[in-house]
């Protein structure tokens, strides 16, 4: 197969007309003659000896082969633009705006925003409380940290951390009604952060899934639930990014010994042309950088809490029987692993 590139003036006018449908939209763009479009393109299609557009009607359609072609093109050129805005650009200064997950933004983020100001004085920073993927396509955002499955298509996602869950409450609330078994999560109102599910996936694992539920509120993220627990509303799900600061400093217990992976984990995200962007790029290793170094505290369980292998029935003893199998012994969480994804 040859290794000989066509001319890159022809392939600049064969993007731009593919991408504003008209040689004459092309020309204004590219400040030049109609002719001069019409001319390139012919001489793009005879070095590869096929037609590129069908001609006829008022829009240029794209045959097979230029369809083929054009994704290549684009990106190529989206990935010089790049790295002339790299060259450009001073690597530590300018302004980079962030979307992150709000409770990951609040109890991770912000606490240690201030190692890297102290590193990268010269960088402004916009920081944005939000978990839409819609901001990947965004030409206001540079980088995500989201919370998902990190299959978002068209753009540059690693692996951040994985997660686990686990049921935490303020110590005032827990002084005033106790949690000793599963059964006593009946008496508590349960603050959700999502639609339900994490909690169904933590009481499944407790063997608890038939749990008789009393109050419960729905919230729009995991933030907020954090909060109502932090002010004693109620038991909301904790993580090991975002709640364990909280417990090591006594704001929260984890009241149960038991852990459950997440549905889904933390990643880094942005579009692909800007990813090369120096400036992007020191954010997004001091991102993996701060994970690293600065570990999460080892969780505290309340050691007065037992997990029974099902709900107790009323009337039974809070003992196990003489005899009876007890538990096999609980999960604990354990630092997240991490994996890249997607390069």
């Known amino acids: 197969m040859s290794s000989r590139l066509p001319p890159l003036n022809p392939?600049?006018?064969?993007?731009?007309?593919?991408?504003?449908?008209?040689?004459?939209?092309?020309?204004?763009?590219?400040?030049?003659?109609?002719?001069?479009?019409?001319?390139?393109?012919?001489?793009?299609e005879l070095s590869f000896n096929t037609p590129l557009f069908e001609r006829g009607g008022k829009r240029l359609r794209l045959t097979p082969q230029g369809?083929?072609?054009?994704?290549?093109?684009?990106?190529?050129?989206?990935?010089?633009?790049?790295?002339?805005?790299?060259?450009?650009?001073?690597?530590?200064?300018?302004?980079?705006?962030?979307?992150?997950v709000?409770?990951?933004?609040?109890?991770?983020?912000?606490p240690r925003l201030h190692r890297f100001t102290e590193q990268f004085p010269d960088v402004e920073l916009t920081l944005i409380a939000s978990n839409d993927a819609?901001?990947?396509?965004?030409?206001?955002?540079?980088?995500?940290?989201?919370?998902?499955?990190?299959?978002?298509?068209?753009?540059?996602?690693?692996?951040?951390?994985?997660?686990?869950?686990?049921?935490?409450a303020s110590p005032t609330l827990l002084n005033m009604r106790p949690l000793r078994s599963i059964r006593d999560l009946r008496d508590h109102v349960m603050l959700h952060g999502d639609d339900g599910r994490e909690w169904n996936t933590w009481l499944a694992a407790a063997d608890a899934a038939d749990?008789?539920?009393?109050?419960?509120?729905?919230?729009?993220?995991?933030r907020l639930s954090t909060e109502g627990a932090l002010?004693?509303?109620?038991v909301a799900l904790g993580d090991t990014i975002t709640a364990g600061s909280l417990i090591a400093r006594g704001e929260l217990i984890a009241p149960f010994d038991l852990t459950v992976p997440a549905n889904d984990a933390f990643f880094v995200a942005c579009r692909?042309?800007?990813r090369a962007a120096p400036i992007v790029r020191v954010f997004i290793d001091w991102l993996f950088a701060a994970l690293e170094s600065d570990p999460m505290p080892e969780l505290q369980m309340s050691a007065r809490t037992i997990i029974r292998s099902r709900i107790q029935?009323?009337?039974?003893?809070?003992?196990?029987?003489?005899?009876?199998?007890?538990p096999a012994p609980s999960r604990r969480a354990t630092r997240p692993r991490k994996r890249e994804v997607q390069q």
């Open 134 to 168: 819609a901001n990947l396509h965004s030409r206001d955002v540079d980088v995500c940290l989201l919370y998902g499955d990190g299959n978002w298509g068209d753009c540059w996602a690693r692996l951040w951390s994985r997660l686990e869950l686990f049921p935490v």
């Open 272 to 274: 692909n042309e800007v």
């Open 313 to 326: 029935k009323p009337g039974e003893s809070q003992e196990p029987e003489a005899g009876a199998v007890q």
């Open 211 to 222: 749990l008789q539920r009393g109050r419960q509120h729905f919230m729009s993220d995991a």
């Open 11 to 44: 392939l600049r006018a064969f993007e731009a007309t593919a991408r504003r449908g008209s040689v004459s939209a092309a020309a204004r763009e590219l400040n030049v003659t109609h002719g001069a479009i019409s001319h390139q393109i012919r001489a793009l």
């Open 102 to 110: 709000p409770a990951l933004l609040s109890f991770w983020m912000i």
């Open 67 to 100: 369809a083929l072609l054009l994704p290549a093109v684009t990106h190529a050129f989206a990935e010089i633009a790049a790295a002339t805005a790299a060259m450009t650009r001073p690597a530590t200064s300018g302004e980079l705006r962030i979307t992150c």
């Open 231 to 234: 002010h004693s509303q109620g």
